[in-house]
């Protein structure tokens, strides 16, 4: 009855805001009390008696009531963190105008003249509190709830626990006491605390608050004991904290790194976790801070606990359901992606072992889940930049040749291999069975495949037959003709070739195998035609073809046990529209390897343009995710290829290599099957295991290695993927929901 009435109170209290056309003063606390000290509301409560409607109205028709609520909400808060909360009471009424605000705010930000308003200072609440000769030094509102907040997350007995038996007398003064001391999760910290400064208080609780969140979120274990189905049985109140706390993280690390100095790490494993002098950095703190963890341990820890979470979707168990699986592995790669972006020494510390590996795996099986949902296209592309940024370092192509043996059940074919083989596979996969918006992704995957290429020891014959089948699908006639970019695809493939031949041929019989086996492919590049009837023709069956991709020839063989197709999104889903990310060419630079292994920069060439437009090089160039898409008009009509166009880069596919290994190769091999009369692939692949190409093959070219460069394009990518994301899993309650979001469009499938 109590809960009934209390509900009733506050909806009567909710009318009488937006019935009354005349300000009520700030000073009538009866009728404000009424939205705070007299009611105990849930915030589903507080978001089902507060309509959206009904905000707008006020905010329209009585802005300075609504302007006054938001102050005196801010006041409670305030009064809350002063105290200390120590009587149940505060703490309701703490609770109750954090939720009302969380309720209004984003309408209020629809509104471009309420911008200003939480920048704007209020009457009487100078920074000394000294009343109206204080004012020109007053607060702005979203200082002082900003404030308050962060003395409230660090409140003892309410938010944290306290560290002495203290009465209501004796208990902790909120701002005498070190927030350091009451993070909330072991973890990353200090190995001793740092001298308190609160001189400024503004930043006082940024680093506590900053390891607080990050140690939530690493040290969360899902499973725990592993009791079965015990998430049935018991509620996880951890569960909504840890993801509240990647969300917060990962907004709080929202920086352009391009626009500013990159975060400097010195080194020092002494003292504090986070050295003690503040090198150049970024102005936002928590960038500041994640780009000076240096620890091993800390780092072990950190690295623990994403992979540990990413791993969680993946279990299997004999019992149906009876684990827990999370749903926050996107905020959790958007996380691992700004370590690794801000702090090198982070990224380091993950290429230095195979623990990379328990990322890989994750992120591959989310990409291959994924493949057919468009509602999930975001996930494909947080998933390839992080391997594109990862494949960029020596040392990940090097993991990749450990064995893969830990089989999560994917929907693709059965191999034994190692992880090269499942990255591959699964890129394979991806191009020719996914959905079609993540064309724009194929130069990405593929220049993924290439910057691995020249470490990739051993590759087993289903990869090696999935690369050729891929070769063989991007060099038809009718997809090389069919836009501006498509033949860059080859080019990239091409270059995998060349590099696992020059520099790791004696273990990979596999794939020189399939080249024998599929030379025709590359007797029919060297041979392309170029007139224009025979262009016109493959054009022409271009239009009868509805397929982008041929999968015949790729011997899709038995799926792994136990695991279920790639399934499109359900009708009626909600996504949310992503902006365009840069070409290959604004994503990467090129670094060629030296000869003691060390990277050296090239200086990007300027590019020739034919009289069509297009490049002349065999890179792809600003408008490649355009022009690639094979119906691209522009203003004077849709794109044709010309002859003279086909030939500027017929003549600089990289084929010397390739057709030097089967003038070699393929007499020997024929010769062997004749004499021998043999049918056997194991007797070829033994002997091709034991020959040699010393001396016969050109020149080895030097490695190319397109690594991830930060820039404006994908910063403003992973500021509205992230916010998307945020969007779409704050269901309950439905925090921005129906309100005028302007960053992206939210849609439906």
């Known amino acids: 009855?109590?809960?009934?009435?209390?509900?009733?109170?506050?909806?009567?209290?909710?009318?009488?805001?937006?019935?009354?056309?005349?300000?009520?003063?700030?000073?009538?606390?009866?009728?404000?009390?009424?939205?705070?000290?007299?009611?105990?509301?849930?915030?589903?409560?507080?978001?089902?008696?507060?309509?959206?409607?009904?905000?707008?109205?006020?905010?329209?028709?009585?802005?300075?009531?609504?302007?006054?609520?938001?102050?005196?909400?801010?006041?409670?808060?305030?009064?809350?963190?002063?105290?200390?909360?120590?009587?149940?009471?505060?703490?309701?009424?703490?609770?109750?105008?954090?939720?009302?605000?969380?309720?209004?705010l984003p309408y209020i930000f629809e509104d471009p003249d309420w911008r200003g308003f939480f920048w704007s200072t209020v009457p009487g609440a100078g920074r000394g509190g000294q009343g109206e000769e204080d004012d020109e030094h007053a607060r702005p509102l979203a200082e002082s709830l900003l404030l308050a907040i962060a003395d409230l997350l660090f409140c003892p007995d309410f938010t944290v626990q306290s560290h002495r038996r203290s009465t209501v007398d004796s208990a902790e003064d909120v701002h005498s006491l070190d927030s350091c001391e009451y993070i909330w999760e072991a973890g990353v910290g200090f190995a001793h605390s740092p001298q308190p400064n609160y001189i400024h208080d503004m930043n006082r609780h940024a680093l506590p608050l900053f390891t607080s969140l990050l140690n939530t979120v690493c040290a969360y274990d899902p499973v725990g004991y592993g009791i079965p189905y015990n998430h049935l049985l018991f509620s996880d109140y951890r569960e909504p904290l840890v993801e509240e706390a990647a969300q917060v993280l990962i907004v709080t690390l929202d920086h352009d790194s391009a626009s500013s100095a990159s975060p400097t790490v010195d080194g020092t494993t002494t003292g504090t976790a986070m050295d003690d002098a503040d090198p150049p950095g970024p102005e936002n703190l928590f960038v500041n801070y994640?780009?000076?963890?240096?620890?091993?341990?800390?780092?072990?820890?950190?690295?623990?606990?994403?992979?540990?979470?990413?791993?969680?979707?993946?279990?299997?168990?004999?019992?149906?359901?009876?684990?827990?699986?999370?749903?926050?592995?996107?905020?959790?790669?958007?996380?691992?992606?700004?370590?690794?972006?801000f702090n090198k020494k982070f990224l380091f510390f993950v290429l230095k072992s195979s623990d990379v590996l328990d990322i890989l795996v994750p992120i591959l099986f989310f990409l291959n889940d994924a493949r057919a949902d468009q509602s999930r296209v975001g996930l494909m592309h947080i998933g390839v930049f992080i391997l594109l940024l990862l494949s960029g370092e020596r040392n990940f192509g090097v993991r990749l040749n450990k064995p893969y043996s830990i089989r999560v059940p994917m929907d693709i074919p059965v191999f034994t291999g190692t992880h090269a083989d499942l990255l591959i596979v699964v890129f394979h996969k991806i191009i020719t069975s996914g959905h079609q918006r993540l064309q724009p992704l194929f130069d990405c995957l593929l220049t993924i495949v290439v910057n691995v290429s020249p470490y990739l020891k051993s590759l087993s014959?289903?990869?090696?037959?999935?690369?050729?089948?891929?070769?063989?699908?991007?060099?038809?006639?009718?997809?090389?003709?069919?836009?501006?970019?498509?033949?860059?695809?080859?080019?990239?493939?091409?270059?995998?070739?060349?590099?696992?031949?020059?520099?790791?041929?004696?273990?990979?019989?596999?794939?020189?195998?399939?080249?024998?086996?599929?030379?025709?492919?590359?007797?029919?590049?060297?041979?392309?035609?170029?007139?224009?009837?025979?262009?016109?023709?493959?054009?022409?069956?271009?239009?009868?073809?509805?397929?982008?991709?041929?999968?015949?020839?790729?011997?899709?063989?038995?799926?792994?046990?136990?695991?279920?197709?790639?399934?499109?999104?359900?009708?009626?889903?909600?996504?949310?529209?992503?902006?365009?990310?840069?070409?290959?060419?604004?994503?990467?630079?090129?670094?060629?390897?030296?000869?003691?292994?060390?990277?050296?920069?090239?200086?990007?060439?300027?590019?020739?343009?034919?009289?069509?437009?297009?490049?002349?090089?065999?890179?792809?160039?600003?408008?490649?995710?355009?022009?690639?898409?094979?119906?691209?008009?522009?203003?004077?009509?849709?794109?044709?290829?010309?002859?003279?166009?086909?030939?500027?880069?017929?003549?600089?596919?990289?084929?010397?290599?390739?057709m030097r290994l089967l003038q070699v190769?393929?007499?020997?091999?024929?010769?062997?099957?004749?004499?021998?009369?043999?049918?056997?692939?194991?007797?070829?692949?033994?002997?091709?295991?034991?020959?040699?190409?010393?001396?016969?093959?050109?020149?080895?070219?030097?490695?190319?290695?397109?690594?991830?460069?930060?820039?404006?394009?994908?910063?403003?990518?992973?500021?509205?993927?992230?916010?998307?994301?945020?969007?779409?899993?704050n269901v309950d309650p439905p925090v921005w929901y129906d309100t005028d979001v302007k960053l992206f469009e939210i849609q439906r499938v």
């Open 1 to 104: 009855m109590g809960s009934t009435d209390s509900k009733l109170n506050f909806r009567k209290a909710v009318i009488q805001l937006t019935t009354k056309t005349q300000p009520v003063e700030a000073t009538d606390d009866a009728f404000w009390d009424q939205f705070w000290a007299d009611t105990a509301t849930s915030v589903q409560d507080v978001f089902a008696l507060v309509p959206a409607a009904e905000i707008r109205a006020v905010r329209e028709e009585s802005p300075s009531n609504l302007a006054t609520l938001c102050y005196k909400a801010v006041e409670k808060l305030v009064q809350g963190a002063e105290s200390g909360c120590h009587s149940e009471k505060e703490k309701q009424i703490v609770l109750n105008c954090s939720r009302l605000l969380t309720r209004v």
């Open 290 to 341: 994640l780009s000076r963890i240096h620890r091993e341990e800390d780092f072990q820890f950190i690295l623990k606990g994403i992979a540990r979470l990413l791993s969680n979707p993946l279990l299997q168990t004999y019992l149906p359901n009876s684990t827990k699986k999370i749903q926050f592995h996107q905020e959790l790669l958007v996380l691992f992606w700004k370590l690794c972006d």
């Open 461 to 658: 014959m289903v990869t090696a037959n999935k690369l050729l089948h891929l070769l063989e699908a991007f060099s038809t006639t009718w997809f090389l003709f069919s836009a501006a970019q498509n033949h860059h695809l080859v080019f990239f493939l091409l270059e995998v070739f060349n590099n696992i031949i020059q520099y790791q041929f004696d273990g990979n019989s596999n794939l020189v195998y399939a080249i024998i086996r599929k030379r025709s492919i590359f007797h029919q590049l060297a041979n392309l035609p170029t007139d224009p009837p025979t262009i016109h023709k493959a054009l022409q069956r271009r239009r009868r073809t509805p397929e982008p991709l041929s999968r015949t020839g790729s011997q899709e063989g038995t799926s792994m046990e136990g695991s279920r197709p790639a399934a499109p999104a359900e009708p009626g889903t909600l996504k949310t529209s992503l902006v365009a990310t840069p070409g290959i060419d604004k994503l990467t630079e090129k670094s060629q390897v030296s000869e003691d292994g060390t990277l050296r920069s090239l200086e990007p060439e300027p590019q020739q343009s034919l009289e069509d437009g297009s490049p002349a090089k065999g890179e792809p160039s600003q408008a490649w995710r355009e022009q690639r898409r094979p119906s691209t008009s522009s203003a004077s009509g849709q794109w044709s290829p010309t002859p003279e166009w086909v030939l500027s880069w017929k003549s600089k596919l990289p084929l010397q290599t390739i």
């Open 665 to 729: 190769l393929v007499p020997q091999v024929e010769k062997i099957c004749i004499d021998k009369g043999l049918t056997d692939e194991s007797e070829i692949l033994r002997f091709l295991q034991h020959g040699t190409l010393v001396g016969l093959l050109p020149v080895p070219h030097p490695i190319l290695i397109r690594k991830y460069q930060a820039n404006s394009g994908t910063a403003m990518w992973f500021r509205t993927y992230m916010w998307g994301v945020i969007y779409l899993r």
